[in-house]
């Protein structure tokens, strides 16, 4: 069973602050995917992390896919209440396809003035 | 053009009820996933369905769960005699194709009570 451990479970910075949160596991990923997810509604795709190594950015967030591609973190810079959300990593099953995305258990960023 | 559409978004159930759960994929998208998120855990894979076609079920209970996706109309997912450990968010995502990398799109939830 591939599992994706994310830390940390909680994070309550003040807007203009830095912070980087992880997805871990011990297998490995064809690929990761980042989502987030407002209360009440359903993840939306932030990135896809495809080659070990690889970095992407979107705007103020950077993403990076570990070398052995089993890790994956992200960091935002300079946060604002509107990244205020939900972040769940998510990978494909051993097969390579989307249909049994495992997920992480999230880590739920709150963001304040 | 409109996403993902789940229906009801509220659903409150007494155990021993049924629950049915509705989802209109995105137009052009022949590709339905069910996952499902209890309280303070991560999405959990259900379901994968294809129209008339039920591709993949490994995640799904064996017993009281049921899943479809006919020819028209939207996928359904049945809970028969509902009990309180079924108390969750389920959500359902479509595709245009089997997704690898691409994009799942998911749609709002339906959040299932059961008293």
């Known amino acids: 069973t591939q599992l994706l451990e994310q830390s940390p479970q909680f994070l309550s910075i003040q807007e203009g602050e830095n912070l980087t949160v992880y997805c871990n596991s011990s297998?490995?990923?064809?690929?990761l995917q980042w989502y987030r997810q407002e209360p009440g509604e359903g993840p939306v795709l932030l990135v896809t992390?495809?080659?070990?190594?690889e970095v992407k950015k979107l705007k103020r967030l950077t993403f990076q896919f570990g070398d052995a591609r089993k890790d994956s973190s992200l960091h935002i810079t300079a946060a604002q209440p509107g990244d205020t959300g939900l972040y769940l990593c998510a990978g494909p099953d051993s097969t390579g396809t989307a249909s049994k995305l495992t997920f992480g258990t999230g880590t739920r960023l709150q963001v304040t003035l | 053009n409109a996403g993902v559409m789940q229906n009801p978004r509220h659903l409150v159930r007494r155990r021993g009820q049924e629950a049915r759960l509705r989802c209109s994929p995105m137009k052009g998208h022949s590709h339905v996933y069910w996952y499902r998120q209890l309280p303070e855990e991560g999405l959990k894979f259900m379901v994968y369905?294809?129209?008339?076609?039920?591709?993949?079920e490994s995640g799904m209970p064996k017993e009281r769960f049921s899943a479809e996706f006919p020819k028209e109309g939207p996928s359904i997912l049945r809970i028969q005699q509902v009990v309180r450990g079924d108390s969750a968010a389920y959500f359902c995502?479509?595709?245009?194709?089997?997704?690898?990398?691409?994009?799942?799109?998911f749609g709002s939830g339906t959040q299932l009570s059961v008293l």
């Open positions: 992390v495809v080659t070990g190594g």
């Open positions: 369905l294809q129209k008339e076609n039920i591709i993949d």
């Open positions: 995502a479509s595709s245009p194709i089997q997704a690898t990398n691409e994009k799942l799109f």
């Open positions: 297998s490995v990923f064809s690929s």
